[in-house]
Structures are given as C-alpha cells and as structure tokens.
C-alpha cells in the first residue's frame, strides 16, 4: 500500500533553534500533502496545505512565517518551525493523496514529535 | 463550513462484545467521502474504513462497519467481537468531493477503551 515516511519522529531541541520536518511520499506522487498539530488527546488541527510548485495554503491563525512550507517535488514537503519556543512543542503530522486515484485516501506519516526546551 | 461532531470523548467495551461509535456531521455538499481513522497509542492514523456518499450500502471491513444515514447525516462505526488491539483513539472525517486537494475534517474524537 501506499506509504508516507516522516522525518525526524522525535526532535528535542533549544529555545530559538530552527526545525526542519520531511515528509515523502515513498510510492506514489503527491502534488497535494497536508501538514496537522495535534496536542495531547486532541483531535488533529490541519495547519496547512502543500501544493507541489506553489505556494502553501495556510489556515487561519497558523503564521506562514513561523511555519515554512516547501513542496519542491511530487515526493516530498518539508515544514520548517523557525525559532521555536516551548509553546510550539507538540505532535506533527503529515499527510499526502496520491494524485492518481480518484477517491483516493489520505495516507499518514507516522508523525514527529517536537519538544522544545 | 463542514463540521463533523463525536459526542462520545469516551467509550468502553467488554472484549469480545460489539460497541458503536457515533459521528454526524454538516454539509451542504452532495459529493463527499466520509472516513473513521484509528490512531493507537503510537499515533500512527489508521485508515479504519471508508465511505462514498453516492453510495447507500454501508461500507464493511472485517469487524468493522458503518451505518451511513445520509439525510441525517450520521456515520456510526460498529465495531464488532472487539479485540484489545481495538483500544485505541477513533476519529470521524468527512472530505469534500473527488479533487485531490480536498482536505480532511476530523471530529474531536473518541477514545475507546477494551476491557478484558
């Protein structure tokens, strides 16, 4: 089946340190993928959208300067926390649909969880 | 704006016995697909099952199936012969029409308990 490989799974890291997250697509081509937070026992809050060759659709309230998203190929986005701070600490999830299929699911990264100290 | 509610923070089940999880959900949309994922302590999301809403058979996956009511927009999962592996946190999602863009809304979820 179609698999999604997110990368760091754990990060821990100072104050004011910049942390880049990778999320690929490992057999199929994603021009879409879709980047989630999700804090403890809570539902997962979708960030913003990827969209390979353009810029990303961000949701209300989520900074695009504090959350960098780059799509540079069909397999793989990236999300940059610049300057994190305790408050950004939390789990990070990716997803991607594989473009060809119709009504094809969402396919998940196993996620990264981000601790800032 | 689609909405998808779980009125259900929490449920537990007996090993063995069937339990159901509630979802309803608001839209204005005819074309839509609606998704109950599991995400177990690991969370990893698990994709559980998957509805088309031109469809009106209820989708069914092993132990797993749905009870789709369209006109009243509720999409329970009944999980049946329960199994500790089941433990786990299950989200209802509803996604918009057939673009590859569409994105995902989930309910705040349900966390299912199986006791031995």
């Known amino acids: 089946g179609a698999v999604v490989s997110q990368h760091p799974s754990r990060v821990i890291c100072k104050s004011g340190t910049s942390v880049k997250i990778e999320c690929r697509s490992l057999d199929f081509q994603a021009t879409t993928m879709f980047w989630y937070r999700q804090f403890p026992k809570k539902s997962l809050m979708l960030m913003a959208t990827s969209n390979e060759g353009s810029k990303a659709t961000y949701e209300q309230g989520v900074e695009k300067d504090k959350f960098l998203i780059n799509h540079a190929s069909l397999t793989l986005s990236t999300l940059t926390v610049t300057s994190a701070h305790p408050e950004d600490s939390s789990f990070y999830i990716c997803s991607a649909r594989d473009a060809r299929q119709v009504i094809g699911s969402q396919h998940f990264g196993d996620g990264t969880r981000l601790s800032i100290l | 704006a689609q909405t998808v509610t779980q009125s259900q923070p929490e449920m537990s089940v007996q090993e063995a016995e069937t339990v159901t999880l509630s979802c309803t959900y608001d839209?204005?949309?005819?074309?839509?697909?609606l998704f109950w994922y599991k995400q177990p302590p690991s969370r990893q999301m698990i994709l559980v099952i998957r509805?088309?809403?031109?469809?009106?058979q209820n989708a069914t996956e092993n132990r797993f199936s749905v009870n789709f009511q369209k006109a009243a927009k509720s999409f329970s999962l009944k999980i049946s012969d329960s199994q500790l592996g089941d433990a786990a946190m299950y989200f209802c999602a509803y996604r918009r029409g057939r673009t590859s863009g569409s994105r995902l809304t989930f309910g705040e979820g349900t966390q299912l308990t199986v006791n031995p």
């Open positions: 839209t204005s949309e005819s074309d839509y697909y």
């Open positions: 509805q088309e809403a031109y469809k009106q």
